[in-house]
T-cell receptor
Framework: SQTIHQWPATLVQPVGSPLSLECTVE??????LYWYRQAAGRGLQLLFY??????ISSEVPQNLSASRPQDRQFILSSKKLLLSDSGFYLC????????????FGQGTRLTVV | AQTVTQSQPEMSVQEAETVTLSCTYD???????LFWYKQPPSRQMILVIR??????QNATENRFSVNFQKAAKSFSLKISDSQLGDTAMYFC????????FGAGTRLTVKP
């Protein structure tokens, strides 16, 4: 079965510190992978998506970046966090079978202080 | 780029009644999927219902059904016999070359 792991679940970081959130997928190969951010009580904003190793599409220009070093690994990073980077981050991938369903990680609640 | 619009930020309904959440989208693609997801306070994303664009028949899952109007690019969700456990954020989503979500509708079911 397809599963997606995302960690950490909760993170408190000071302004200016770096960030690394990791997402890995099991049970599938060459998945389409996505990073979203959700502000409190708001919708999911697509940040990055990747259709393959080293292929990253950026939706929103900001101080975040994404990388896909392996087929089933997707990393969200920042060199220097801003207060406005606080939010709930979700990793997701599209299931097999002609985009049958989206699978989500547990999410990371990031608080920048 | 694809866009998904949910024009109702908040809605409420009495328990056992019916409520309809609206969603419109914009795309130039012909083959795609549409979804409704439910997000309770736990923040977990739960698939409610799925519609393939090439199917004319509206999808139905128990108390949940959709009204899919492809020409109008409309995809509304009807919840029948609303239950207290239906209280949550509901997101409409589109998957084509990427996967995009609407801003969400906060639904409250009142006893």
């Amino acid at each position: 079965s397809q599963t997606i792991h995302q960690w950490p679940a909760t993170l408190v970081q000071p302004v200016g510190s770096p960030l690394s959130l990791e997402c890995t997928v099991e049970g599938t190969s060459n998945p389409n992978l996505y990073w979203y951010r959700q502000a409190a009580g708001r919708g999911l904003q697509l940040l990055f998506y990747s259709v393959g190793i080293g292929q990253i599409s950026s939706e929103v220009p900001q101080n975040l970046s994404a990388s896909r070093p392996q087929d089933r690994q997707f990393i969200l990073s920042s060199k220097k966090l801003l207060l406005s980077d606080s939010g709930f981050y979700l990793c997701a991938h599209l299931g097999e079978g002609a985009r049958a369903e989206a699978f989500f990680g547990q999410g990371t609640r990031l608080t920048v202080v | 780029a694809q866009t998904v619009t949910q024009s109702q930020p908040e809605m409420s309904v009495q328990e056992a009644e019916t409520v309809t959440l609206s969603c419109t989208y914009d795309t130039s693609e012909n083959n795609y999927y549409l979804f409704w997801y439910k997000q309770p306070p736990s923040r977990q994303m739960i698939l409610v219902i799925r519609q393939e664009a090439y199917k004319q028949q509206n999808a139905t899952e128990n108390r949940f059904s959709v009204n899919f109007q492809k020409a109008a690019k409309s995809f509304s969700l009807k919840i029948s016999d609303s239950q207290l456990g239906d209280t949550a954020m509901y997101f409409c989503a589109f998957t084509g070359n990427d996967m995009r979500f609407g801003a969400g509708t906060r639904l409250t079911v009142k006893p």
